[in-house]
């Protein structure tokens, strides 16, 4: 089992439950914290040490209060302590539902594991903790099936690039301008018609008003 594990959690109930969890998996090192820039120092300065944080547990949103943070979510936290050890395994403790956040927090950053907020999410997040200490991904119960179904069709920068732009009023006609004067390729009008079809046929919509309500509900944008 893991020997040193960091808890990021703002919510003292919830922080102590994960240190539940890890104390019945009989883990040694286990610190926690309740700001994302106290994560990232401990995440830094354990890089110095003899043994360095293997796994990071943390919450996707956290609460701002008198002290000002520089890192201010789970997100940040995640590309900043990667940036400087890229081995250490990421589990998301969140009580985010989106399928849409879930799946672009797999295929963004790279993320091990996601453990959602529910009932029974101390066993889901003792499974969780499992399985990526053996090497295997690992996603809520609830949460499996809608996951591996949004993967048959992967959102990638660049299709998000053309949902937010419809989604800020820019015609689709006058996309090609400005992927162009944003050296972003491929930018003819056919290249992204292709594109927005695929979208709506994966998603089941009928027009391009119901890809973006869709996508903004699954929190794709």
């Known amino acids: 089992m893991f020997s040193k594990v960091l808890i990021a959690e703002d919510h003292e109930s919830s922080n102590f439950s994960v240190q539940k969890v890890l104390e019945n998996l009989f883990v040694q090192n286990v610190d926690y914290v309740y700001y994302c820039d106290d994560a990232f120092s401990k995440v830094k300065k354990s890089l110095e040490s003899v043994l360095a944080y293997e796994v990071l547990i943390t919450d996707l949103s956290f609460e701002e209060d008198h002290r000002k943070q520089l890192i201010k979510d789970g997100r940040d936290l995640i590309k900043s302590c990667r940036n400087i050890h890229p081995d250490l395994k990421v589990i998301v403790f969140s009580a985010e539902h989106r399928l849409g956040v879930i799946d672009l927090l797999f295929n963004e950053l790279n993320i091990n594991a996601f ?3 529910a009932r029974s999410d101390s066993k889901e997040l003792k499974k969780a903790i499992e399985a990526i200490y053996h090497n295997e991904t690992y996603v809520s119960h609830d949460l499996k099936l809608p996951v591996k179904s949004m993967n048959t069709l992967e959102f990638s920068n660049f299709d998000i690039i053309l ?8 015609l689709q006609k006058n996309i090609p301008k400005i992927l ?4 972003i390729y491929p930018s003819s009008l056919s290249s992204i018609e292709k594109r927005m079809n695929a979208m709506k046929l994966a998603l089941t919509v009928k027009n391009n008003e119901q890809l973006i309500a869709c996508c903004k509900d699954l929190g794709i944008i």
Do not use: H
């Not at 949902?163 to 820019?170: A, F, P, T």
């Not at 162009?180 to 050296?183: A, D, G, I, P, S």
């Open 180 to 183: 162009r004067e944003r050296e």
């Open 163 to 170: 949902l937010k732009l419809l989604s800020d009023g820019v």
């Open 115 to 117: 453990v959602r907020k």
